[in-house]
């Protein structure tokens, strides 16, 4: 009896669980459709995930550097929003794939747009930002470009968006 009783209970956890998980997929999607203005093209991550070995493909982390050091994708170039300058991009081909993120999209398409309306041609929004690419589990960096599993939450408000991930407000 105990065993089943136990089955019973482990089956019972795992699909509320993945039932509480899709609500939040479901809710996040809508808050990132109700903040985007869809100005700059998107770009899903496993999209993203294809294209990182292009010869030609720039990632630019749209996010402040204390959020950068806690983590970011592979290679990318820390661009900020709040000081963001041109003169940051001034050594990339206008030719180039360009792809923005920050925590979900916003402050990078803000950026995308500024990059567009400077003459670039192929600039692309990662859909759902770092927090997407934290909650899909695809790998991460810190400071040091060392695999981490730290992501900087940007707020308590914002951080309930992230399902995976360990949230850090500062780097270690």
Wanted: aromatic share 14%; proline share 2%; with cysteine.
């Amino acid at each position: 009896m105990m065993p089943r009783f136990i089955f019973t209970c482990l089956l019972l956890f795992y699909f509320s669980n993945a039932f509480s998980q899709d609500i939040l997929n479901a809710k996040f999607e809508k808050k990132i459709k109700g903040l985007l203005d869809n100005s700059v093209s998107l770009i899903s991550c496993e999209r993203l995930q294809e294209k990182y070995h292009s010869k030609d493909l720039y990632i630019l982390d749209a996010r402040e550097s204390s959020e950068f050091k806690v983590s970011h994708l592979k290679n990318a170039r820390c661009v900020g929003y709040d000081n963001f300058s041109l003169k940051s991009v001034s050594d990339i081909p206008k030719e180039s794939k360009v792809v923005v993120y920050c925590s979900i999209g916003y402050r990078s398409e803000k950026v995308g747009e500024k990059l567009l309306a400077a003459g670039f041609r192929r600039v692309y929004n990662l859909y759902g930002g770092i927090f997407e690419w934290t909650n899909r589990e695809l790998p991460l960096f810190d400071g040091q470009n060392t695999d981490t599993k730290n992501i900087h939450p940007y707020s308590k408000e914002w951080g309930k968006w992230l399902s995976k991930g360990d949230k850090k407000m500062k780097a270690d």
